[in-house]
């Protein structure tokens, strides 16, 4: 059974930065091909992708609302997906999910994930 739990939320100031964590289980990112995302949900709004990976590693998707201040990445040995956040802004306020789903393709984009397993959400306060 896929498993994800989200570590790593809390409050933050305008300026700083928090590290996700999504620990998977059920399979493993080696030899494997699994779309993997973080997605966000901000009180009164949708969820939207904030970015995606492939467990190959080779294609990654940011949304431009974060590109150049998020980073993804994942580490194969810990079965752990990251989503590193610099330079917080107030509209970064949301719960955080992560996602993953098998996917018989190389390249991972939002739109694949059409039915994912989904993590509970850790929630990131931001602050002015």
């Known amino acids: 059974e896929v498993q994800l739990v989200e570590s790593g939320g809390g409050p933050v100031q305008a300026g700083g930065s928090l590290r996700l964590s999504c620990a998977t289980s059920g399979f493993t990112y080696s030899n494997t091909n699994f779309c993997l995302g973080w997605f966000r949900q901000a009180p009164g709004k949708g969820r939207e992708a904030v970015a995606t990976?492939?467990?190959?590693?080779?294609?990654?998707y940011v949304a431009d609302s974060v590109k150049g201040r998020f980073t993804i990445s994942q580490d194969n040995d810990k079965n752990t997906l990251y989503i590193q956040m610099n330079s917080q802004e107030p509209e970064d306020t949301a719960v955080y999910y992560c996602a993953a789903q098998s996917l018989w393709k190389l390249y991972c984009y939002p739109s694949y994930l059409t039915d994912p397993y989904w993590g509970q959400g850790t929630q990131v306060a931001g602050s002015s």
């Open positions: 990976i492939h467990t190959s590693g080779g294609t990654t």
